[in-house]
């Protein structure tokens, strides 16, 4: 059942990061379709991220209640988005529908990797945490042929539509797997107090830093390309490539995380992305390939360990820490999203270019000292 488990959570996790990445290269249709300005798609996000805020709720009643009622509860949001933007023919529609698969999200998120933290052991997490990483690249590396196929011969509601089929379907699949409750309930007092605490503190500023990069440069990289003179094809192939990255970060992952270390592969991660942000200041169709790919290597190396071990930090509400920092995720997605397209405006993509290399700075610096008094049980 432990596998059955991880097979159907590793399909949930792909379908959900297809919507999730989709976003990113269709930005420039979206707006069009939904006639707002292209510098301004960030804003139709907004909704989405800030769901994410509510997640250390539903993380403190998985841990009281259970689970797998949470992520079928998470699921079931989701659906409801998808089918809702399938039929919504204006931006206040689509804004709410996606408002709403945001917090399906954000919740499906935080609660399959604490899923899988009780049912498979810390020495071979990063295993699961590495085919997980793989269905997340390949969302990634799918969602732009995807997107592109659907605006070619459908349009977004079909493609809406069809996620909305593939997530009901999973749905069904999820009923069978074990139910679990958390070890230890936690009190909101408790709550309230772990969020006082130094380290986690630092862990959610950790959190907040490394999610500015996938507003700031994710949602506007293809508006930049197409700018530059860049096809949709072509800019949406850009996707594919840091995608390719991505999938490398999985192997990586997958084979030496668990010899090497993940809490060290992590900060290693974080370098080369921090450093690869810099080759996107360059209009040179090699260097943004060079970078696009190392970008996805040490991104994704990053998030695919974030979590896991994170996880192992600490033995009590572990599902209300990890909602935590996801409601930090939520609460940067909200910022960068209201930030981000005045950024774009003023000092064009350089700008959010050079923000997200800050950002990915203050990373690996809070990163470091939040997890240092836990270094001997996360490597």
């Known amino acids: 059942m432990k596998k059955y ?23 420039p249709q979206i707006a069009d379709k939904y006639s ?10 907004v909704g989405y991220t800030f769901m994410g805020v509510f997640t250390p709720i539903i993380g403190y009643l998985a841990d009281k209640y259970g689970l797998k009622r ?3 509860s998470s699921v079931v949001f989701f659906i409801i988005g998808a089918f809702m933007n399938s039929v919504v023919t204006s931006a206040v529609g ?3 529908g996606r408002s709403i698969i945001g917090l399906g999200y954000y919740a499906i998120t935080t609660l399959v990797i604490v899923y899988s933290s009780k049912i498979i ?3 071979h997490l990063g295993i699961v945490s590495g085919i997980y990483k793989f269905a997340f690249a390949g969302a990634m590396f799918a969602a732009p042929i995807i997107g592109t196929f659907y605006v070619q011969y459908f349009d977004i509601s079909a493609l809406y539509l069809s996620l909305a089929i593939a997530t009901f379907i999973l749905l069904l699949l999820l009923i069978p797997i074990k139910e679990i409750k958390g070890e230890n309930d936690i009190s909101l007092g408790d709550l309230k107090n772990m969020m006082k605490d130094r380290n986690v503190i630092l862990m959610m500023t950790a959190t907040f830093m490394l999610s500015v990069p996938s507003v700031f440069f994710f949602n506007y990289l293809s508006t930049h390309l197409q700018d530059i003179g860049y096809s949709v094809e072509r800019a949406s192939m850009m996707f594919t490539i840091v995608a390719s ?9 997958l084979l030496i995380s668990d010899k090497v270390g993940k809490l060290r592969m992590a900060k290693v991660g974080i370098v080369i992305a921090t450093f690869a942000m810099l080759g996107f200041l360059f209009n040179i169709d090699i260097v943004i390939i060079i970078a696009g790919i190392l970008f996805g290597i040490g991104y994704d190396i990053i998030w695919g360990l974030f979590f896991p071990v994170s ?3 600490y033995d009590v509400g572990v599902n209300s820490y990890i909602a935590v920092l996801s409601m930090s995720m939520a609460a940067a997605g909200v910022f960068t999203n209201l930030v981000a397209p005045i950024v774009m405006e003023k000092w064009n993509f350089s700008g959010n270019v050079v923000i997200s290399f800050v950002a990915l700075i203050l990373t690996f610096i809070t990163f470091y000292y939040g997890t240092i008094k836990f270094k001997s049980r996360l490597n």
Not at 36 to 45: M, Y
Not at 245 to 253: T, V
Request: aromatic share 16%.
């Open 5 to 27: 488990a991880i097979v159907i959570l590793t399909l949930l996790t792909f379908v959900t990061v297809v919507e999730f990445s989709i976003v990113m290269p269709l930005g």
């Open 36 to 45: 707002i300005s292209r510098n301004h798609i960030s804003w139709l996000f």
């Open 70 to 72: 949470f992520i079928i």
């Open 94 to 96: 689509y804004f709410i």
């Open 121 to 123: 052991s810390y020495n």
């Open 245 to 253: 990255g991505s999938i490398f970060a999985a192997i990586l992952i």
């Open 311 to 313: 996880s192992k930090m």
